[in-house]
């Protein structure tokens, strides 16, 4: 070798080693982490999407949320109503229809980023927003549902809900905005999307009171949180934060290697094949823990399907699917099978509903009863001499449905059913596939949902999207019951928890029975983070981690 | 020639016209609207709130209604507000706007520097071995996905060797200039490899048919130098194919390097306008194609007038 070569190599080496040392050396008062998303907004109340709330997690504290355990905690308010603390009151609507009167008390010590104490004033001002038709807020069914607010002082206040269901006291989605700031944009309410100061000064310190508040924002590339002064809670470890966007888990990657990430968030981060791969590849300085959530992979079935009508087929279906095999294949066992769309991990979920264990030869019994008999040929036709024939649709490019996909299809060949692919653009497959119930037999995708959430708009028979509501129902597969319509509609109001765990289990086993959906697993997020890094607790639903980020700290 | 640069001006507006209601009348062809796309992923949104969103955003209007009000206001300047990012549509496109300048010039001139000169050096080597191996060079770098010579460019001096970024264009909080050209040499390398096999092969084969000429074996014959006909000659021809495909590769180069920016997380054009399109985005998308199309169409008109500086018997009329 000669001089110039060794030279060159330990150049090399030297350099590969000195950086990471290099970066180690640094004291850890910053953290960087790595989503695959940037914002489009960060107004908190015009349209929800993971990444604006992973951030604002960080800066603002809904009054309600679920926790780690799945249980309803306060955040902005100081206690939970209930009817059994004589903070929540049902109450008669002058309709005759049942209400409920809840009374919040804000933290006492909670102030907004300048100073200005966050008020009831803050409460009333959201509120119009959120109610106000031209304001551009997606989820404006929470404040309509509000009649009325009664001041008690600066900081307690009484919601008048127009609606007394079991969540109740759940307002997670009441995000409050900071009137002094903002009422001004609000003078033009079908401006205000666009003139919010969380859009036109996001850096703002006004606009947030959590334990860090946003301090700059590069579109499409980072944004940088400092830790807040006036944050009333435990002070944060670190004294920035920076959230970098990266889209595709290969970059993600990479730059952790090289420094350039500290972890990868697992809420919107690396996807759970190339978290695999990342942890094959044997990376001693970063755990990567699997969180099983809240997001329901299934084969929504398109019921108007003549074959599909049948139930026996759909059973057939799922019985000739080796659920486990296919997650141990492609998920090495980090995901967990779904028996139905409620996770296990949720309380009301049922743990003797009905299974449906790898069995072709009970599969191959129940088409046969159906009328699909197996043919020499092994082709399952009926009477008429009409092939058995599905077509599998999901979203082209996702990687993780499309190998379930041809799981699923391998396996239903092998009993005899003609199984064709037809695979979209995410954007085709759920702007109109989807949306238009336009999907010959079944359609894979997945529900986000919230812990115990009334399946509504999913299997409810109002909810199956049509011109007449203007496609908001989201029963794609056109699922009708009404002994589901009832369920859904009983357990909505039934605050008794152990009757409400019954009307549960009646449900799932309808479910169960029924088959609307053939139920595939319950997606896992990968978080990626460093050893060194303590205190953070996947929840496994849409509460991102960072609303108990003054927990993370550095070991 | 002021009459001519007059008559391709109107053209390229007529063009642009053309252009802007193709590019809404597809994206109104597109499935689903902006709000239909919020609904299925919003399990909350009720009908009530899809009907008064529609509503409010102007998507329960006629396409043609629409699009005359989009025409009218962007005439009068006003390009309205990015539906995505909640900014007026011209502060959204001022940072991805001069980030893609900054790339699309760095790698074409990085790969122009190397395959023009490769390319001649090709052709005047005609099927001997340099040439082959040039060749050689030139379909490997052709034939490498941009995806993976990203990732490997990272692998190799962002992780093994530490020496530059990994992604990004600035160090957060903001960096100098040296900070920033850090951050684009990657990028540049990349897009500036998959580019130079193409331009080394225009080259070349332009090249070796102008060596081929008539013009070529006369100017030989006069007795001028070898170095004179392939400089002053047999070049001058060769380059208006070459700058034919540059002026073409402008309009590319600004809206389609979309693979080399998500692998390096590079806020450019590419990534706007997909993100744009994708989201229904009308104002956005718009400004950004028209953009696009407008420096296709200025790289036309550039060429036509170097076509006239390299061959003296072109002349705009």
């Given at each position: ?6 030279l ?5 080496l030297?350099?590969g080693?000195a ?5 180690k ?9 790595g989503i ?6 960060f107004?908190p ?5 993971v990444?604006k ?5 960080m800066g603002?504290?809904?009054f309600?949320?679920y926790?780690?355990?799945w ?7 100081t206690?939970?109503?209930?009817i ?5 009151v ?5 309709n ?13 010590q909670?102030k907004?980023?300048d100073g ?15 109610k ?6 997606s989820n404006?069914e ?7 607010i009664d ?8 919601l008048?809900?127009t609606?007394?269901t079991?969540d109740?006291n ?19 309410p079908?401006?205000?999307?666009t003139?919010s ?9 006004g606009?947030?009171?959590g334990p860090?508040?946003?301090t700059?924002?590069a ?8 830790a ?14 920076v ?10 990657e990479a ?5 350039g ?8 981060g690396?996807?759970v ?9 044997k ?11 809240l997001v ?12 599909l009508?049948d139930?026996?087929?759909?059973q ?5 699917l080796?659920?486990d095999s296919m997650?141990?294949?492609i998920f090495?066992g980090?995901?967990?099978v779904a028996?139905?769309?409620v ?6 979920a049922?743990?003797?509903v ?7 030869a009970?599969?191959?019994q129940?088409l046969?009863?159906a009328?699909?008999?197996?043919g020499p040929?092994?082709a399952r036709?009926?009477t008429?001499?009409e092939?058995?024939s599905?077509e ?5 490019g996702n990687?993780n449905r499309e190998?379930m ?15 064709t692919l037809?695979?979209q653009?995410?954007?085709t ?6 949306l238009?119930?336009n999907?010959?037999?079944?359609a894979l ?9 009334v399946?509504r708009t ?7 999207p049509?011109?007449?509501n ?5 029963n794609?597969?056109?699922?009708r ?6 369920l ?7 605050l008794?928890?152990d009757?409400?765990?019954v009307l549960?289990s ?7 029975e029924?088959l ?10 990968p978080?990626v983070?460093?050893k060194?890094l303590k205190?953070v ?7 991102p981690?960072?609303?108990w980020?003054?927990?993370w700290?550095?070991? | 020639?002021p009459q ?5 001006l109107?053209?390229?507006a007529?063009v ?6 193709i ?5 109104g062809?597109m499935p689903?609207d ?6 299925t992923?919003?399990p909350t949104m009720?009908p ?6 529609k509503?409010?955003y102007?998507?329960d209007?006629?396409?043609?209604e629409r699009?005359?009000h ?15 990012t909640a900014?007026?549509?011209l502060a ?10 900054a ?8 790969s122009l ?8 050096f ?7 071995l340099?040439d082959?191996?040039?060749?050689l060079?030139a379909?490997?770098?052709i034939s490498?996905?941009?995806f ?5 460019l990272?692998?190799v001096?962002a ?10 264009v600035e160090?957060v ?5 040296l900070?920033r050209l850090r951050?684009?040499?990657l990028p540049v390398v ?7 096999g ?6 070349r084969?332009a090249m ?5 000429s008539?013009?070529i074996?006369t ?5 001028l ?5 392939v400089w002053?000659?047999a070049?001058?021809n ?7 495909v540059l002026?073409l ?7 389609g ?5 998500t692998?390096?997380a590079?806020p450019?054009?590419?990534?706007l306008?997909?993100?744009?399109v ?7 998308a718009l400004?950004?194609l ?8 200025a790289?036309?008109l550039?060429a036509d007038i ?9 002349r705009?009329?």
């Amino acid at each position: 070798m000669s001089f110039c070569r060794r030279l060159a190599l330990c150049l090399i080496l030297a350099l590969g080693l000195a950086a990471p040392l290099a970066a180690k050396a640094e004291p850890r008062d910053q953290l960087v982490i790595g989503i695959s998303q940037f914002p489009s907004n960060f107004n908190p109340l015009i349209e929800g999407m993971v990444a604006k709330n992973y951030i604002l997690g960080m800066g603002l504290r809904p009054f309600t949320t679920y926790d780690k355990d799945w249980k309803l905690v306060c955040l902005l308010c100081t206690q939970l109503p209930t009817i059994e603390n004589g903070l929540a009151v049902p109450e008669t609507l002058p309709n005759g229809k049942k209400g409920v009167a809840l009374t919040y008390t804000i933290q006492p010590q909670a102030k907004w980023g300048d100073g200005t104490p966050v008020t009831t004033e803050d409460v009333i001002f959201t509120w119009e927003v959120g109610k106000h038709p031209q304001s551009g807020i997606s989820n404006a069914e929470l404040f309509r549902r509000i009649r009325a607010i009664d001041v008690k002082d600066a900081k307690t206040f009484t919601l008048h809900v127009t609606k007394l269901t079991f969540d109740y006291n759940a307002i997670n989605d009441f995000q409050i905005l900071p009137a002094h700031l903002e009422r001004k944009a609000f003078a033009d309410p079908a401006g205000y999307k666009t003139h919010s100061l969380f859009e036109t000064d996001t850096t703002n310190p006004g606009l947030y009171y959590g334990p860090y508040r946003v301090t700059q924002v590069a579109r499409g590339q980072y944004v940088v949180l400092e830790a807040n002064p006036t944050w009333w809670g435990k002070p944060p470890a670190f004294k920035r934060i920076v959230v970098k966007a990266i889209e595709a888990s290969p970059a993600l990657e990479a730059n952790l290697l090289s420094g350039g990430l500290d972890m990868i968030a697992g809420e919107l981060g690396m996807t759970v094949d190339a978290a695999l791969a990342f942890e094959r590849r044997k990376r001693p300085e970063w755990d990567v823990i699997y969180k099983p959530g809240l997001v329901y992979d299934h084969f929504t079935v398109n019921v108007e399907n003549p074959a599909l009508a049948d139930k026996r087929v759909r059973q057939a279906l799922l019985y000739g699917l080796d659920r486990d095999s296919m997650v141990r294949q492609i998920f090495e066992g980090k995901q967990a099978v779904a028996d139905t769309m409620v996770n296990p991990l949720d309380w009301c979920a049922d743990p003797n509903v009905r299974k449906y264990p790898f069995d072709t030869a009970h599969a191959g019994q129940l088409l046969d009863a159906a009328g699909w008999p197996a043919g020499p040929d092994g082709a399952r036709r009926n009477t008429k001499g009409e092939r058995l024939s599905l077509e599998l649709m999901t979203t082209a490019g996702n990687r993780n449905r499309e190998v379930m996909e041809l799981y699923a299809q391998q396996a239903w060949k092998r009993l005899g059913i003609d199984v064709t692919l037809r695979n979209q653009p995410a954007r085709t497959f759920f702007g109109e596939t989807v949306l238009h119930h336009n999907f010959p037999s079944l359609a894979l995708f997945a529900w986000v949902s919230a812990p115990e959430n009334v399946p509504r708009t999913t299997l409810h028979s109002d909810m199956v999207p049509s011109p007449a509501n203007n496609f908001a129902g989201q029963n794609a597969g056109g699922y009708r019951s009404p002994e589901m319509d009832k369920l859904i509609d009983a357990i909505e109001i039934e605050l008794d928890r152990d009757k409400r765990r019954v009307l549960w289990s009646q449900l799932q086993a309808l479910y169960a029975e029924d088959l609307p959906d053939l139920p595939l697993t319950f997606r896992s997020d990968p978080y990626v983070l460093p050893k060194w890094l303590k205190g953070v607790e996947p929840t496994g639903h849409q509460a991102p981690t960072t609303l108990w980020v003054e927990n993370w700290r550095a070991e | 020639m002021p009459q001519h640069l007059a008559l391709r001006l109107i053209q390229a507006a007529l063009v642009l016209l053309a252009m802007s209601f193709i590019v809404y009348a597809l994206m109104g062809l597109m499935p689903g609207d902006p709000i239909d796309l919020m609904a299925t992923g919003s399990p909350t949104m009720t009908p009530e709130d899809v009907a008064r969103l529609k509503a409010l955003y102007g998507v329960d209007k006629p396409m043609i209604e629409r699009y005359g009000h989009w025409l009218a206001a962007a005439l009068s300047g006003d390009l309205g507000y990015s539906r995505l990012t909640a900014q007026p549509v011209l502060a959204t496109l001022g940072e991805p706007l001069s980030n893609t300048v900054a790339l699309m010039l760095s790698s074409l001139s990085l790969s122009l520097l190397f395959a023009l000169p490769a390319g001649i050096f090709a052709a005047l080597r005609q099927g001997r071995l340099i040439d082959h191996g040039l060749n050689l060079l030139a379909f490997a770098a052709i034939s490498l996905p941009v995806f993976w010579l990203g990732l490997v460019l990272i692998i190799v001096f962002a992780v093994g060797l530490a020496w530059l970024p990994a992604s990004g264009v600035e160090t957060v909080g903001g960096g100098d200039v040296l900070d920033r050209l850090r951050h684009l040499a990657l990028p540049v390398v990349a897009l500036a490899i998959a580019s130079f096999g193409h331009y080394l092969r225009y080259m070349r084969a332009a090249m070796i048919a102008a060596l081929r000429s008539d013009y070529i074996r006369t100017a030989r014959a006069k007795g001028l130098s070898w170095g004179q006909v392939v400089w002053h000659h047999a070049l001058r021809n060769a380059m208006v194919p070459v700058v034919t495909v540059l002026a073409l590769d402008l309009g590319t180069l600004f809206s389609g390097v979309l693979v080399t920016e998500t692998v390096f997380a590079y806020p450019g054009m590419g990534k706007l306008i997909y993100d744009a399109v994708m989201g229904n985005d009308y104002n956005l998308a718009l400004a950004g194609l028209m953009l696009a199309t407008a420096l296709t169409l200025a790289g036309s008109l550039l060429a036509d007038i170097v076509y006239g500086l390299l061959d003296p018997r072109i002349r705009l009329r």
